[in-house]
Every structure is written in structure tokens, then in C-alpha cells.
């Protein structure tokens, strides 16, 4: 079993290709160890070369309405009046530190996905 760092496109998609072939491999057999590896290669390579970006912070607000059934009336203790609220969510107005606090607590929403809306405000 020959397995190689991965420093090119090439490289890359011959782990992947290798990982589609072992897929399936019982874990402790040599395809499943080479498996493991070439997983752990790719999700580096990935993760230098594609990273995945938090959401903006007012589209995980958006979306946390969406899955709590919640209408903008909903988020005024979290943010303030209704025109408070209409700014914020129309990109008017930044989030400020008690908002983001108070979204995180009572919303869930986390606070990595908050606070790069507070850095740009």
C-alpha cells in the first residue's frame, strides 16, 4: 500500500478515486486502514484548499426562524422594536454585542455564526 501526501489537484482526485474503490472495506483490513488514511488526507486537503465558511449571521438568524416557526414580532426581545428588527434583517443595521448574546442564549444560534456580522458592523 503506497499512500502519498496530497499536494496537487491531481493528487487529490487520485485519493479520491482510491477512496471510491476501498469504500465499503471491512475496518482492520489493509483496504479499510487505507481508507482511514486516505480520509484523513483528503479532509485536509480539503479544508486547506475548500474551506467551508461560516453563514452570513443574518441568514442563520433567517434560518433559525424558519425551523422555530418564529416571525420577526418573535425576535424583538432578542433584538429590539419592529423597525429595529427590519433593519437588521435587511442588512441596515449590525448586530450589536447584546443582540448577538442574547440570539446566541435564546435562539441557539452559535456564536461563531453571529459574530462575523459584528466585526463588519
Known amino acids: 500500500m503506497e499512500i502519498q501526501p496530497i499536494k496537487t489537484e ?30 484523513v488526507l483528503v479532509d485536509d486537503y480539503e479544508s486547506i484548499h ?3 465558511l461560516p453563514p452570513d449571521p443574518i441568514e442563520a438568524i433567517k434560518f433559525r426562524m424558519e425551523q422555530m416557526n418564529l416571525s420577526r414580532k418573535d425576535l424583538e426581545p432578542y ?19 447584546n443582540m448577538i448574546r442574547k440570539l446566541h442564549s435564546k435562539l441557539s444560534i452559535p456564536l461563531e455564526n453571529l459574530i462575523s456580522e459584528a466585526r463588519n458592523a
Do not use: F, H, M
Not at 491531481?10 to 482511514?36: F, P, R, S
Open 10 to 39: 491531481q493528487d487529490y482526485n487520485q485519493a479520491i478515486a482510491e477512496i471510491e474503490k476501498c469504500w465499503g472495506a471491512n475496518e482492520g483490513t489493509e483496504a479499510g486502514n487505507k481508507l482511514d488514511i486516505l480520509l
Open 79 to 97: 433584538i429590539g422594536g419592529r423597525g429595529r428588527v427590519s433593519e437588521v434583517l435587511n442588512y441596515q443595521r449590525g448586530l450589536s454585542l
Open 50 to 52: 475548500y474551506p467551508i
